[in-house]
Nanobody, 114 residues
Framework: QVQLVESGGGLVQAGGSLRLSCAAS????????MGWYRQAPGKQRELVAV???????NYADSVKGRFTISRDNAKNTVYLQMNSLKPEDTAVYYC????????WGQGTQVTVSS
């Protein structure tokens, strides 16, 4: 069974930065997609960024130029570097791994104060 463990969430001031990490454990196919999604209060879950094992990336328009997704394939770990944070970035951030089906992390709270 695949397990995803997230870390790095917390409270930051507007304009600040935060780096999220998500480490996957278990039997994981080497060719896969990992990504970050978020859900703010009263809103639907939305894609933030995804990255393939080959390094291809895709970002939501709302975070382009501010967030950077990366991964370490040897460690099965994905990162999300968040810069120039805004209050509207406040949400629970979820890590996802896909190779046969979707696997989700437990979520980590990111709060950006104004």
């Amino acid at each position: 069974q695949v397990q995803l463990v997230e870390s790095g969430g917390g409270l930051v001031q507007a304009g600040g930065s935060l780096r999220l990490s998500c480490a996957a454990s278990g039997i994981i196919f080497r060719i896969n997609v990992m990504g970050w999604y978020r859900q703010a209060p009263g809103k639907q879950r939305e894609l933030v960024a995804v990255i393939t094992s080959g390094g291809s990336t895709n970002y939501a328009d709302s975070v382009k130029g501010r967030f950077t997704i990366s991964r370490d394939n040897a460690k099965n770990t994905v990162y999300l570097q968040m810069n120039s944070l805004k209050p509207e970035d406040t949400a629970v951030y979820y890590c996802k791994l896909t190779y046969s089906r979707d696997y989700w992390g437990q979520g980590t709270q990111v709060t950006v104060s104004s």
